[in-house]
């Protein structure tokens, strides 16, 4: 539903594009700069907003370090709303929600009675070693050794999964 807007204003500009006669140049210019208020993917200066709202150590995080990491986890999760489970679960709106959470996945036994709510603490254990965190999970990802690596990638998953500091 979000990329209604988007939708519309290409639309718009195809339609301003196909009826402007050729001698308008000045409507043509004025029309290939719509501004779309509700793209559904944040601007770089509107993702470092949202990451200096986060409590420390997060609001200094290294995004672009934290997106190259997210490689470690990409053969696995989708982040994006509405993503497809993979191996592992879409993690979008992970933050704040249940552990073993997503309607539409098949976790461990040992996940789905975990009990806790995902945060910033919760996943820097699990990213340090997920077997040592929790035995019995079937995510079989080594761990993320590097405390700041893993502060850069939390706060990354933060961004992109639509976390809004409380
Ligand atoms: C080899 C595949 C694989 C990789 C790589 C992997 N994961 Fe997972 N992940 C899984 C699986 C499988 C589960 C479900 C675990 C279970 O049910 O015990 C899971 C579960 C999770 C969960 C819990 C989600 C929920 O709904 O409770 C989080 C958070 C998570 N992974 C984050 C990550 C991050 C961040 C990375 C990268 C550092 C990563 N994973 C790398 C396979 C993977």
Same mark, same amino acid.
């Given at each position: 539903?979000?990329? %209604?807007?988007?939708?519309?204003?290409?639309?718009?500009?195809a339609?301003?594009?196909?009826?402007?006669?050729?001698?308008d140049?000045?409507?043509?210019?004025?029309?290939?700069?719509?501004?779309?208020?509700a793209?559904?993917?944040? =601007? *770089?200066?509107?993702?470092?907003?949202i990451l200096?709202?986060?409590?420390?150590?997060?609001?200094?995080?290294?995004?672009?370090?934290g997106?190259?990491?997210?490689?470690?986890?990409?053969?696995?999760?989708?982040?994006?709303?509405?993503?497809?489970?993979?191996? %592992?679960?879409?993690? #979008?709106?992970?933050?704040?929600?249940? =552990?073993?959470?997503?309607?539409?996945?098949?976790?461990?036994?040992?996940l789905?009675?975990?009990g806790?709510?995902? *945060?910033?603490? #919760?996943?820097?254990?699990?990213?340090?070693?997920?077997?040592?965190?929790?035995?019995?999970?079937?995510?079989?990802?080594?761990?993320?050794?590097?405390a700041? *690596?893993?502060?850069?990638l939390?706060?990354?998953?933060?961004?992109?999964?639509? #976390?809004?500091?409380q």
């Amino acid at each position: 539903m979000r990329l %209604g807007p988007i939708l519309a204003a290409t639309a718009l500009a195809a339609l301003a594009a196909a009826c402007s006669p050729s001698q308008d140049k000045s409507a043509d210019a004025g029309s290939a700069t719509p501004t779309a208020p509700a793209a559904p993917e944040a =601007s *770089d200066a509107e993702k470092q907003a949202i990451l200096a709202s986060y409590p420390a150590p997060y609001n200094a995080a290294d995004l672009a370090n934290g997106k190259s990491k997210f490689a470690l986890c990409q053969s696995c999760h989708t982040i994006t709303p509405g993503g497809a489970n993979m191996t %592992g679960p879409n993690l #979008h709106g992970v933050f704040g929600k249940k =552990s073993a959470g997503h309607p539409d996945y098949k976790y461990s036994d040992a996940l789905k009675n975990a009990g806790f709510t995902w *945060d910033a603490d #919760h996943l820097n254990q699990w990213l340090e070693k997920p077997q040592t965190f929790l035995p019995g999970t079937k995510m079989t990802f080594a761990g993320l050794k590097d405390a700041k *690596d893993r502060t850069d990638l939390i706060a990354y998953l933060m961004v992109e999964t639509g #976390h809004k500091a409380q």
